[in-house]
């Protein structure tokens, strides 16, 4: 058997697992239509005939939502609808197609829990059975295929895939060869090059200079404004960072929405009237309040190494002047080769040293041999008191999740400065805290934020509840699109979008 052979028979058998799983699957969700258990909802009357027309649409047009219509088996609904198949047979493989793709299309393909342990999410479902009960009885079957998919800038996406695609087709892509940083007045063969991949970004070029290899002053503020789309660090340099994000390929781009698209669905509809919206994937937070943003700020977030998760949870209230616990991890990898080269070196940095994680008692580090310490069983609790210098700042967020993340104020406020905010172990850095919890209380309770920064001045900890409850959605978007498609980009630097890519075709 050669190779074409080979590749026809195990397509054969994959078409034959897939109308076999699918027949087994509208057994089972046959029986949920007790009340439709005499009609069928394809074939047969012209009310079923036009559900099929609909549907049948709908699944060749599932690519406009970064979806296939290879996945609910398209080419075999369609030789069954052409030819005399067994009736049975087609309303089956119709059934599965629709209850999987009304599914998709609305909730999400991926299961987004299973396929990156940072990804803890309340995603929505749907039931299958109230499905095809909602298909039964919808007026218009057309219109509530339409009405499916989530609304919002669900839609500026989708016109954004359309658009990106139709770039694929024509545009031309030069890659950025590396090498050393780049900096504003070097003289580089790459120069033309650069200039080339700027103009295929279709980026509005200055006139070159006197000579075509030097990175003038001009050229770098073109470079700066392309950083500052990107979340890189506006400097005009070009660096490995900077490299990589130019060379995104076109498809990397289109790869990108797709994923973006799938975690829109993931979300629920509405996210309520009262809520914080983390977005790592661009270094942002909003707060909206009576369906209206309230405030609105930048943040810093993980590392690669050390990814914000994604999170849902409740936000109830804050606290000053926290103290600082080192997590295990952090005491093993980061402050543990600091105490072998000198059991000393915390003592100055307001840390405290305890024997273990249930009291108070202070260990005297020059009695511990820290060279006989294993970084990953690190038995000490290293706490850091309050103050100016504790990583917390002076204002601390706690909320329930299962990774001991949390929202907090900053010591290194400089940091907000940076593009590429990404320099934290996974919590969220809030620039003005203070400020948010301001437009929380909204003038209740008698709050006010001259006092808490009296009580800040005077060292106190002291705890204050939100007059409500804060749903918080901690997301990863790397793709924002206006109502007419015009897509803003930012790099994809947890490989997040790849794994949901990744997944989506598996069924």
């Known amino acids: 058997m050669d190779e074409s052979e080979v590749s026809g028979y195990r397509g054969k058998v994959i078409r034959r697992q897939f109308l076999a799983s699918f027949l087994v699957f509208a057994a089972s969700v046959f029986a949920a239509l007790s009340s439709h258990a005499s009609d069928s909802l394809w074939i047969g009357s012209r009310a079923a005939n036009a559900r099929t027309e609909a549907l049948v649409g709908a699944l060749r047009a599932s690519s406009d939502h970064g979806l296939s219509p290879a996945w609910y088996g398209i080419a075999d609904i369609e030789k069954a ?11 089956a493989l119709l059934t599965a197609a629709f209850v999987s793709y009304a599914s998709d299309v609305s909730t999400g393909r991926v299961r987004a829990n299973r396929i990156d342990k940072e990804i803890s999410i309340d995603q929505r479902k749907v039931d299958r059975a109230d499905l095809l009960k909602a298909a039964a009885v919808a007026p218009d079957f057309a219109a509530y295929l339409a009405s499916l998919p989530p609304k919002g800038d669900y839609p500026g996406l989708q016109k954004a895939l359309a658009i990106w695609r139709d770039k694929r087709a024509k545009a031309a892509f030069t890659p950025l060869p590396d090498g050393v940083a780049l900096k504003p007045g070097m003289i580089d063969a790459r120069v033309p090059l650069l200039r080339k ?21 001009a050229l770098a503020t073109v470079v700066k ?12 340099v070009i660096g490995a ?16 929405i797709v994923a973006n698209l799938e975690r829109r669905r993931w979300l629920p509809e509405d996210l309520g009237s009262r809520y914080v919206f983390v977005n790592a994937g661009d270094y942002s937070m909003v707060f909206v309040d009576g369906g209206k943003v309230a405030f609105q700020s930048l943040v810093i977030v993980g590392t690669p190494k050390d990814p914000t998760p994604e999170i849902q949870s409740v936000m109830r209230g804050f606290q000053t002047n926290p103290f600082w616990t080192v997590p295990q991890s952090i005491a093993g990898e980061e402050y543990l080769p600091l105490l072998r080269r000198d059991p000393n070196a915390l003592t100055g940095g307001s840390f405290r040293i305890f024997e273990n994680w249930s009291d108070d008692t202070e260990l005297d580090p020059n009695t511990v041999d820290w060279h006989s310490i294993h970084p990953k069983a690190f038995p000490y609790r290293i706490r850091q008191d309050s103050g100016a210098t504790n990583a917390l700042g002076y204002i601390f967020f706690p909320f329930a999740n299962k990774y001991g993340i949390y929202m907090h104020d900053t010591a290194s406020r400089w940091l907000f400065t940076e593009g590429s905010r990404n320099f934290s172990h996974g919590c969220i850095r809030l620039l003005n805290p203070l400020d948010f919890v301001d437009k929380v209380f909204g003038g209740r309770n008698n709050f006010s934020k001259e006092r808490v920064r009296q009580v800040i001045d005077s060292g106190q900890q002291a705890h204050y509840t939100f007059p409500e409850s804060v749903t918080l959605y901690v997301t990863y978007r790397t793709v924002a699109a206006d109502a007419g498609g015009t897509a803003t980009f930012r790099d994809d630097v947890y490989g ?8 989506m075709p598996k069924p």
């Open 496 to 503: 997040r979008d790849r794994l949901v890519v990744k997944a």
């Open 225 to 236: 404004s392309y950083q500052e789309t990107k979340g890189l660090t506006v400097d005009g």
């Open 81 to 91: 609808m052409a030819s005399d198949a067994d009736p049975a047979a087609a309303e």
């Open 197 to 217: 991949r700027l103009a295929e970004l279709e980026l509005k070029l200055p006139d070159p200079g006197p000579v075509a290899d030097q990175y003038d002053e």
């Open 241 to 256: 960072k900077t490299i990589r994000s130019l060379n995104t390929t076109i498809d990397e781009r289109i790869e990108q």
